[in-house]
């Protein structure tokens, strides 16, 4: 519900502990209305002051398509990199839009 209000893109990271059991929501980046700025820097920063064993992230498209743009593919792939890197799993990445949602993992994309 959060997300369909908004005007914008927001990005969030979830950090898990070792049972997968949450940990906290945090907005990593604030964008535009069809973009928003993520570096992996900033979001296993917050993973790590969490003491997190995985993430998921998650973002809204305001346009309500949850369908991954060119740009969410490549920073999907950035972050799991960057986690296998780290020892902190991204479990998902999960796109909101209009009451649907993509899940990266449901799709098989990560």
């Known amino acids: 519900e959060r997300f ?3 005007d914008r893109e927001e990005f969030l990271v979830i950090p898990l502990d070792g049972k997968n059991q949450v940990l906290g929501f945090h907005v990593v ?3 535009t209305l069809t973009a928003s700025l ?6 296993y920063k917050l ?4 003491n997190a064993a995985a993430i998921v992230v998650d ?3 305001p346009s309500g398509h949850p369908e991954p743009s060119a740009e969410d593919q490549a920073i999907t792939r ?10 902190i799993k991204l479990l998902d990445h999960v796109i909101i839009g ?5 899940s990266f993992t449901d799709q098989n994309l990560l």
């Open 38 to 43: 993520v570096h992996p820097r900033e979001v």
């Open 59 to 61: 973002h809204n498209h």
């Open 98 to 102: 209009d009451g649907r949602y993509f």
């Open 4 to 6: 369909e209000r908004l």
């Open 29 to 31: 980046s604030v964008g």
């Open 47 to 50: 993973a790590m002051l969490a």
């Open 78 to 87: 950035r972050l799991k990199e960057a986690g296998e890197l780290l020892g």
